[in-house]
């Protein structure tokens, strides 16, 4: 039955990965690529731009974390929100439909 569980959750995982993708496939090209994401272990991570491939997001800080790190790979799976700036938030509205 474990194995059914953990099945499942991966498979969840998948797809919520692939909605991201499309999410960051999709911003449109008059937002601003700035925004705070948030993963699963809870990390808010300011971003300034990014850039994506198959399964990835790859997502420059705009300042360094505690060690100095200015960019982030981080799986699409592992994506648990993204948060917009109070001034991008009617660009994303509007884009968004």
Do not use: C
């Not at 919520?16 to 449109?28: L, M, N, T, V």
């Amino acid at each position: 039955m474990s194995e059914s569980i953990s099945s499942t959750a991966t498979d969840a995982a998948h797809a919520a990965g692939d909605h991201w993708a499309d999410f960051f496939a999709r911003w449109p090209s008059s937002v601003p690529q700035r925004g705070i994401l948030v993963t699963l272990f809870g990390e808010q991570i300011p971003f300034s731009a990014f850039l994506y491939r198959a399964g990835i997001l790859f997502v420059e800080r705009t300042t360094p974390d505690q060690l100095g790190g200015r960019a982030l790979l981080i799986p699409f799976e592992q994506i648990a929100a993204v948060k917009f700036l109070a001034r991008e938030l009617h660009k994303v509205g509007n884009a968004l439909g």
